[in-house]
């Protein structure tokens, strides 16, 4: 079937797009606001940044955390119950798009076996496909089963050098993510500015953060990470895992926050930078991939040296010593995000980078 046959059956002005995510998607009759966006799917609304684009329907399979291969799958780190699920249904759609490669690969590699093209089959890869890892086996399989990808789209420019060497022949752009200036920003009262913010509990440098902290004599909050050990440390606290509306109320509150990233070969951390970034919060993040393709250091954030402890308690000090400063780089950041690195210019480069490759 050819794609303008497809088109002809599906209606060229109405777009059908099957999502897969790589997390759980809750459907709701009442928006609840303690649920990200991209956790649930409201009855009667569009789902997530798609209610940006144009006469589309969205229907959206997600990873079933109830499902029985849940533990094969989580140590695999595919896919594979959604991706059957996907398999039956992709006929009546214009496109399938994966977030990530987990939800990707399984549903690819077999259309690849079976010589399927249609419908086109686009990937939001985060990961870097498999994590950016170079083992000659894994790309032997990744070549194959990209071979039914029609496009990539990454969040950090470090996945070029992979794509370069192994992912040539596939259409790809970058785009920016963007949070919603909507969603994350500052709330109704006064912020109390009496402690500094870090959250997270994945591909998280918390060993230099703690190391730092004995260096910076003001109250630090960790939300996310629990198991660290700060026995020596009076000025930190550890907070379990929060929902959004709490995890708003510790950002708004905070002095500045600091993001410890790890460095990755792939996309990390950058919703948390923008949603901090959004609610008017300077930033003191390491300078990593998937950082540095979201600020203007010194301008929209501060960035230090990943290991560090040393410069990251410098800056941290310096800062707190120059409350104007943190207020010029929360207003640049804020700004940006206004401006640039928001949820309705990233879905609208996504729109149209896919309906050029239909």
């Given amino acids: 079937m050819s794609v303008q046959v497809l088109k002809e059956i599906q209606g060229v002005h109405r777009m059908r797009v099957l999502f897969l995510p790589n997390w759980d998607v809750r459907n709701l009759e009442h928006d609840d606001p303690s649920v990200f966006e991209a956790n649930k799917l409201i009855r009667c609304e569009q789902y997530w940044w798609f209610k940006h684009w144009p006469d589309t329907e969205v229907d959206v399979i997600d990873i ?3 499902s029985l291969l849940i533990p094969l799958e989580y140590r695999l780190k595919i896919y594979i119950y959604q991706a059957i699920k996907a398999l039956i249904r992709q006929k009546k759609y214009s496109a399938v798009i994966s977030h990530s490669y987990n939800s990707g ?10 010589g399927q093209q249609l419908p086109p089959h686009f990937v939001i890869d985060v990961g870097c496909l498999n994590g950016g890892a170079e083992n000659k086996y894994q790309i032997q399989l990744l070549k194959l089963a990209t071979s039914s990808v029609a496009g990539l789209i990454y969040h950090s420019k470090i996945n070029e050098k992979f794509y370069e060497k192994y992912c040539n022949n596939i259409p790809k752009t970058f785009i920016r993510y963007g949070t919603d200036p909507n969603r994350f920003k ?18 998280r440098d918390y060993d230099t953060l703690l190391r730092a902290a004995k260096y910076i004599n003001y109250p630090i909050k960790i939300v996310g990470k629990t198991n660290l050990n700060i026995s020596e440390l009076e000025n930190v606290t550890l907070i379990p895992k929060v929902n959004i509306e709490k995890l708003m109320e510790y950002i708004h509150h905070a002095t500045l926050v600091i993001l410890p990233i790890t460095e990755e070969p792939y996309s990390v951390g950058q919703m948390t930078l923008t949603q901090c970034m959004n609610m008017g919060k300077c930033v003191i993040c390491s300078r990593v991939p998937g950082i540095i393709d979201y600020v203007q250091e010194n301008e929209s954030a501060i960035l230090y040296t990943p290991g560090d402890a040393n410069d990251l308690a410098k800056k941290v000090n310096y800062l707190l010593s120059d409350r104007s400063l943190i207020n010029s780089l929360a207003y640049q950041a804020k700004k940006t995000i206004e401006t640039s690195y928001n949820e309705c210019n990233m879905a609208k480069e996504i729109y149209s980078f896919i309906s050029n490759n239909l």
């Fill in 105 to 114: 690969f399984f549903f690819s590699l077999i259309r690849s076996c079976l």
């Fill in 64 to 66: 079933n955390p109830q």
């Fill in 186 to 203: 500052s709330l109704s009262v006064a912020p109390s500015m009496d402690y500094i913010l870090s959250i997270g509990y994945d591909k």
